[in-house]
């Protein structure tokens, strides 16, 4: 998957501009590349658990930042 911004808000970060979550002072603005795969398992009628992974190119579409890896683990009851 790949994501990108505006170009009038990459104009704004890269010039300075800070927002919520993107921009820390510069940007070197490139595209997010995100590659994420799963296992989930069942555990009986009522419960799940499932592994994912996440590899992220250019984080927040920073050059300068990552790449970063995402681990988490899920359990669901119902």
Request: charged content about 20%; some cysteine; glycine content about 14%.
């Amino acid at each position: 998957m790949r994501h990108g911004i505006s170009g009038e808000h990459r104009v704004y970060l890269a010039a300075g501009g800070r927002g919520f979550l993107l921009g820390n002072g510069r940007l070197d603005c490139a595209g997010e590349t995100i590659f994420e795969t799963y296992y989930r398992v069942q555990l009986g009628p009522h419960a799940q658990i499932s592994r994912d992974l996440e590899l992220i190119a250019n984080p927040g579409y920073n050059r300068d930042r990552g790449p970063a890896t995402v681990l988490t683990l899920r359990i669901s009851l119902r």
